[in-house]
């Protein structure tokens, strides 16, 4: 079977969306659209008939780029951290942790991942499947995907996912409803992690993020462990600073220091840790002025489900408040 160059193609998406950009909202050039339906043809086997004719059913929608260039995450933590941690939400959380707590523990022993780290990611993605978003994920996927430059590839990779899982699992694409970056279900999943990670927990033979709470359960578990959370390690700890420490601003979540080689830069955990992993450090701007935390592999882990070093935290603060413990591993 012929296949065009990814190459090729993705070259001539980047000239053409130049021009895209200047169309018509929800008007594509007919450059834009063959280069986009070849890439799906290409990468998922579909057929641009078939593939075109969703295409056609999407529509430009400027609130959705007035929404992502708006992020919760531009903020400054002191800001931030109040979102999520609300005493309704660590309530509602601690109420689904014992409600749930069989099938948690039961997940947890099979993949290692903390049980509060599950309901806490479900906590601050949606509620607890509260808010699954009220964007057509078809609409989300096609207006950041064309209209939205500065992430256009990555977003017209997730729609040409998106074609692909709709096949996968049945989904009728034109009615899912998700976040304003095409996001699903109660863990927010994006289309490509959506065909990675999901797993079918109640054995239907569906992977139902919506409906299914073993589904959901068991995908954002298989997630973590996929990107290798490690049970019983620790995920952060505050950091004591020396008076005479110089700034020190890693350029990357990733766990890459010994706790020794950090004391010599001046910054030591503020409660021992037991442990000898691999660590960085974190610098946030608190309620009450800089935040020093020292974090490990699984605060790096936790920052693959969301980049922003915001979310990871306050993923680690709700889950400590729901389990009613403010150990660094979780310890229950």
Not at 68 to 81: F, L, M, Q, V
Not at 248 to 266: M, N, T
Request: aromatic residues 10%; proline residues 6%.
């Amino acid at each position: 079977m012929f296949r065009f160059p990814i190459a090729a193609i993705s070259a001539a998406l980047i000239l053409a969306c130049a021009t895209a950009t200047a169309a018509p909202a929800g008007e594509l050039e007919p450059e834009v659209r063959a280069a986009f339906l070849a890439q799906v043809q290409a990468q998922h086997g579909i057929a641009p008939e078939d593939a075109g004719a969703l295409l056609d059913r999407a529509r430009y929608q400027q609130s959705i780029i007035d929404a992502i260039t708006r992020p919760a995450e531009a903020k400054p933590w002191k800001d931030y951290r109040p979102i999520f941690l609300t005493t309704d939400r660590i309530a509602k959380g601690q109420a689904f942790l014992a409600t749930h707590q069989d099938a948690l523990r039961e997940i947890e022993a099979k993949t290692g991942v903390a049980a509060p780290i599950l309901v806490a990611i479900l906590g601050v993605e949606t509620g607890y499947g509260a808010n699954t978003g009220r964007y057509k994920v078809l609409d989300a996927l096609y207006t950041l995907g064309f209209f939205y430059p500065k992430r256009a590839d990555f977003f017209r990779s997730e729609l040409a996912h998106a074609f692909a899982l709709a096949r996968e699992e049945r989904l009728d694409l034109d009615s899912i409803v998700g976040s304003y970056a095409g996001a699903m279900g109660w863990g927010q999943f994006i289309p490509s992690s959506y065909r990675a990670y999901a797993v079918d927990g109640d054995g239907d033979g569906q992977r139902d993020l919506w409906n299914s709470l073993p589904d959901v359960l068991a995908s954002v578990a298989n997630y973590f462990a996929a990107h290798k959370w490690q049970a019983g390690e620790p995920v952060a700890v505050r950091a004591v600073r020396a008076s005479d420490a110089q700034e020190f601003v890693p350029d990357s979540l990733e766990a890459r220091y010994s706790l020794p080689e950090l004391a010599a830069r001046g910054y030591r955990p503020a409660e021992a840790i037991g442990h000898a992993a691999p660590a960085t450090l974190l610098r946030l701007e608190g309620a009450n002025g800089p935040e020093y935390w020292i974090t490990f592999n699984n605060f790096y882990v936790i920052s693959r489900y969301n980049r922003s070093p915001l979310y990871s935290m306050a993923v680690l603060q709700l889950a400590q408040a729901i389990a009613g413990t403010d150990s660094p591993a979780l310890a229950r």
